[in-house]
């Protein structure tokens, strides 16, 4: 089964958010006289986009963790949060639809000799044999492409209300007493000893 | 899963990083990627409560013909954003068309349905779980699990088609059938003349015999027709089976003995069967259509197998075939064979010997290699010149025997080989004059 045609508009979109990322932090950088910074994002950016072309998994987790890491770096460096909020926002959406698309794929490989098979066997049939092959490709494309819809919806409510609290956050300063900070980070630890035992329970 | 560990720790380094820094902006750049994290959390899936049914087109099919599995889900918990169904195909069959799996979302009380065909070798193929894995859109958080659902589903073996075997047994049964009974009634062939009695038909009356008397009249008669008991025995011996790239000498003999059965049972006797090889697998002798079902789903089930009691034949149970009974054993042979055979023969039973020549089989799958070297050449001709001796000394003590090279037609080799003896006289008839 070939999957790729209704899975390009999500290629599409996971190479413009990759180039987004890198364009906004490469611009934040570049405004701040930071043309290092530039360039290295753009050749981060680029080597995600090899790594996305070869469909290679670990270049989705290196793409976000480099761009993560440049925009910390880049408020460090007093570049404008706008751009770096931007450039993770973007980064997140390329490494969801990244591995996304990789989920597709393994799909794609659990059905590896259905075409080949009907191909042969079709020879000697007539469209009317070949009837059903055609029906079980069409559910499971148009299943693809239910869920690659609601996927996509689903990322795009998450990202732009990421951004939109992201933007909240950077507008809004509030002054934090050193109890209230204590207390987050408790917060922060407990939340984190939860993830971890939930993780070993779904590992066992 | 480590997409989960991967983001959550990239949260907590972004905010750790962000209270070390003293530095709001930092903190506020992993609002996305926590939006994210809470949008997987509060959508994560429930333990699905899932009733999955699997049903065959076919439980029995015979070979070569598909069977198609519809699986049938049906979602009686809360929404599932995305199901993915796998069914595990047992293992020896090929799906043919559709495939053994669907991803798709469910909501509360809804149903897929997936079909796909299967085709398989002969066997048991035991259907039994299915994996279903649910996940939300972001696939952040997962359940998975294993539902067991059981079907089977039974591959007959391939059928070589036979006509009517021409069998002598010793002993015939009670009911008319195809064969020569050796006892005098009413048939077709002639048998013998006797002197005539009241009620005989006038056109029985042999006018050239009575003709010679004066005061006597003579009828012919002839040799009843009956069924016979016919017992099949299948040499499951691993010893005994050849297998050379994926052929395997066994499923020749499978083959033939459906064959045979089948064409012995149409002919209405009554037919049992034995696999003897991993121990004794009977099937208990019988008439018709369920019996001729019986002994498909017994060879269906046939393997080969090793066993120290039954490596030789001398634990053939024959006791299993009613005494002076036709009994035909499908092996390659080897010679240990010989004796238990001849004291077969001696007992009484007509025996036939449908032999699959694992010389010839072995040879041709070696071709050039033999043809090259002289040595395999002369180990060939040997083993050759040693299995004709040994059908020569099974011929000899009264034992039909049919050398069946496996890649000529079953058909025109029993025809040639099954074709009815001239019958002896067995009955004398003292004319005086």
Known sequence: MNLSTPLSPVTRIMTISTLVAAAALALGYGLNQQFV?????????????????????????????????????????????GWLLVGITAALVAWDLHHFIQHLRINEQRAPDTENSAATATDTETDADAAPRLDTRARLEAEARMLEREHLRRLAIVSGLGLLLGALALTVRLTLSFGVIVVLGVVAIFALSRLIRYLRQESD | MRRLLFLSLLVYGLVIAGLVMVSGNAVALAMPLVVYLAAAFVFSPEKPRLVIT???????????????????????????????????????????????????????????EFSYVVEGKRGNYPFRYLRATVNEHLGLF????????????????????????????????????????????????????????????????????????????????????????????????????????????????????????????????????????????????????????????????????????????????????????????????????LSI???????????????????????????????????VQLALRITRVERELMLRRLRRVGIQVINWQVDQPFANVMRTALVRPVMPTNRIVRIER
């Open chain 2, 54 to 112: 699997r049903t065959l087109s076919a439980n029995i099919v015979h070979h070569g013909a598909p069977a198609t599995v519809t699986v049938t889900v049906h979602n009686q918990g809360t929404k599932l954003e995305e199901v993915l169904i796998e069914d595990a195909v047992p293992q020896g069959l090929t799906v043919t068309d559709g495939e053994p799996w669907t991803q798709t979302s469910l909501p509360p009380g809804g149903k897929t």
């Open chain 1, 37 to 81: 910074g530039s360039l290295i994002f753009i050749a981060l950016g680029l080597l995600w986009l090899v790594g996305q072309r070869y469909a290679q998994t670990a270049s989705a987790g290196l793409g976000l963790l480099g761009f993560a890491v440049g925009a910390l770096l880049g408020t460090l460096y007093g570049v404008q949060s």
């Open chain 2, 341 to 375: 055979l001849t004291r077969l023969r001696a007992r009484g039973y007509q025996v036939l010997v449908v032999s699959p020549d694992p010389v010839t089989f072995e040879a041709q799958k070696y071709a050039p290699l033999s043809e090259a070297d002289a040595s």
């Open chain 2, 142 to 337: 997962r359940q998975q699990g294993w539902l067991e659902v059981g079907a089977n589903l039974m591959v007959l073996p391939e059928l070589l088609r036979l006509e009517h075997l021409d069998i002598r047994p010793l002993r015939t049964r009670g009911y008319a059938g195809p064969i020569p009974s050796r006892l005098a009634g009413s048939g077709t062939d002639f048998f013998g003349v006797r002197e005539y009695q009241l009620g005989d038909p006038l056109r029985w009356i042999n006018w050239r015999a009575s003709a010679r008397h004066q005061h006597a009249l003579f009828t012919n008669e002839f040799e009843m027709e009956r069924i016979a008991d016919v017992g099949l025995i299948l040499d499951a011996r691993q010893n005994n089976n050849v297998v050379v790239e994926n052929d395997s000498l066994f499923e020749h003999a499978i083959s033939a003995t459906a064959g045979l059965a089948e064409a012995f049972i149409n002919d209405g006797n009554r037919v049992g069967m034995l696999v003897y090889g991993r121990g004794l697998e009977m099937t208990y002798p019988g008439y018709g259509k369920v019996q001729r079902e019986r002994i498909m789903q017994a060879l269906a089930h046939a393997r080969t197998g090793d066993s120290l009691v039954f490596e030789s034949l001398d634990y053939l149970p024959v006791r299993f075939f009613p005494a002076k009974s036709q009994i035909v054993l499908v092996s390659p042979l080897r010679k240990e064979d």
